[in-house]
């Protein structure tokens, strides 16, 4: 499966990047993707020490480990930690 993330730029905005980039495009889907690329091996690694300090068999594949991070409750989502975190707020 794959996602699509779409934003919006105001031409002042758009000429920044173009100072910046060679490509606009190129560079906000490189920033996007190498971003994802280490969450992704933050979340293998939590995988990983939780399975071994638990005696769980890992799954096999990075796609298949970080799918099983979020099953296990390893890892949560940035929304997920938000909510949690205002959840325990002092009233």
């Not at 499966?1 to 606009?24: C, H, N, R, V, W």
């Not at 995988?47 to 638990?54: D, I, K, Q, T």
Request: charged share 20%; aromatic share 4%; net charge negative.
């Amino acid at each position: 499966m794959t996602q699509t993330i779409t934003i919006e730029l105001t031409d002042t905005q758009f000429k920044g990047l173009e100072y910046a980039a060679l490509s606009p495009q190129e560079w906000a889907e490189n920033a996007v993707t190498e971003r994802a690329r280490i969450a992704g091996g933050e979340i293998v690694a939590a995988l990983v020490a939780h399975c071994n300090a638990n005696e769980i068999a890992i799954a096999t594949g990075k796609d298949a480990q970080i799918a099983q991070a979020f099953e296990l409750g390893v890892v949560q989502t940035a929304a997920e930690r938000n909510a949690e975190a205002q959840a325990n707020l002092p009233e």
